[in-house]
């Protein structure tokens, strides 16, 4: 089992940078898939990015593929998301989701265990 604690989230202009962390906790880090879903208001949770337990497979959706990037270190059991040219189509609660034993993935079926969330939002 896993907990996950994401922070970083915050009001931006259009235009920043922020990076959100997620924190795990939990003996067997290594052995999860990672990813990052967002819900804005109304809409439903949708796939941001994932990353292998290696780090060395990546997955990003179209809407921020070229400038977010997902990385962990897997020592400090830590997953980023770096958050470059932000819109205000980006403003949404952003969550952290591990998979057990799973490859990376795009639907949130795919992940066993949530953490709460980090708003963030961003101003025109």
Do not use: H
């Amino acid at each position: 089992q896993v907990q996950l604690v994401e922070s970083g989230g915050r009001l931006v202009q259009a235009g920043g940078s922020l990076r959100l962390s997620c924190s795990a906790s939990g003996r067997t880090f290594t052995t999860y898939a990672m990813g990052w879903f967002r819900q804005a208001p109304g809409k439903d949770r949708e796939f941001v990015a994932a990353i292998s337990w290696t780090g060395g497979s990546t997955l990003y959706a179209d809407s921020v593929k070229g400038r977010f990037t997902i990385s962990r270190d897997n020592a400090k059991k830590l997953v980023y998301l770096q958050m470059n040219s932000l819109k205000p189509e980006d403003t949404a609660l952003y969550y952290c989701a591990a998979a057990y034993l799973k490859g990376v993935g795009t639907s949130s079926r795919d992940y066993d265990y949530w953490g709460q969330g980090t708003q963030v939002t961003v101003s025109s």
